[in-house]
């Protein structure tokens, strides 16, 4: 039977002894916005990691935000792995293969969460989410790829909101255009943007402006 909670105060309270017994825990989010409130759970603990599996699929934009890089590489130190991928995905956490949360759009300042037990659709889920582990990019790897992208962020995110013309901004970060097209939009696709617009409404929404 599926259940729509709102807020994840209320998703956790039904939830939290779920996490605490599940084996093998698989997720899938945008930025580390989405399930905030599962970092505090008990489980992410090194002495509640023995035995478990558990692997975090993340977009780009969660190493952009504040303490970003630290958090998932802490997360790693206590035995999660992680991916990162530029592919859309479906925000999830999937539970020992048997329970599903799937979260939706945020309504009213909270998000609606679907609680899942369909083995149909958990099946689909976990399809989905195996195929886009398996293209995703080890963190240590993609961090690396990503490095100037990250480092240069700030100071483009100001050009755009400035709307400094590309030459104009592109001297001032020391680029040609060229290349400072060219990270602006591995910027875009790292926040999920399909414009300079949105990839400002993206960057304050993450609070990177």
Known sequence: MDVLVRGEAELFARTAHLF???????????DLHTWATAHQVPHSRQQDMAGRTVRKLYRPASLLQPGGVAHLRERERLGARIRITLDEINETIVLDRKVAILAGDAASGERGYTVVTSPEVIGSVTSLFNAAWRAGT??????????????LAPRILDELAAGSKDETAARALGLSVR??????????DALGATSRFQAGVRARQLGLV
């Open 138 to 151: 080890e963190l240590a790897i993609y961090e690396t790829e990503f490095a100037e992208v990250r480092a």
């Open 20 to 30: 605490s017994s599940a084996r093998e825990i698989f997720c899938a989010a945008n």
């Open 179 to 188: 290349t400072y097209r060219r990270r602006v939009a591995e910027l875009m």
